[in-house]
């Protein structure tokens, strides 16, 4: 019996896997330069996140826009001298406002707005503060 070709062609199919194997490390090398690029990239971005959030604490927090409208900037005058919490009909007598009730419901209803844009509180139901 003659082996020679049968060690012919396992002789081609070791090449071809020696081949493979050698293209494969190429790509693993490539791969490991990426992850190594990828993880540095992550870990830029992780320091990132960390310094804008350190800064980010320190900024003044910019107030809301007021609405357009000349009691709000007076009704706010009124809990800055303000000792402790007011009611609605309290700033009305502030504003020199008729007690009315119709001028203390739109009173009411501006110190409502001013809780929902966060610059004052209800401390209890119709008893209002600035916020801290």
Known sequence: MNVEPLLDA????EDAARTMADDLRTQIEE???RLREAET??????ITR?????????LPAVPPAL?????YPR?????NDATGPLRARDVCEALDHELLPKNIE?????LKRLVKLGILTEIDTGSFARTQ
Do not use: Y
Request: charged share 20%.
């Open 41 to 46: 990239h992550l870990e830029h971005l992780a």
């Open 106 to 110: 739109g009173t009411r209803a501006k």
């Open 31 to 33: 791969l490991h330069g």
């Open 10 to 13: 396992l002789g081609l199919q």
């Open 75 to 79: 009704i706010l005058g009124v809990f």
């Open 50 to 58: 960390k310094t804008v959030t350190a800064l980010a604490d320190r």
């Open 67 to 71: 609405p357009e409208h000349p009691d």
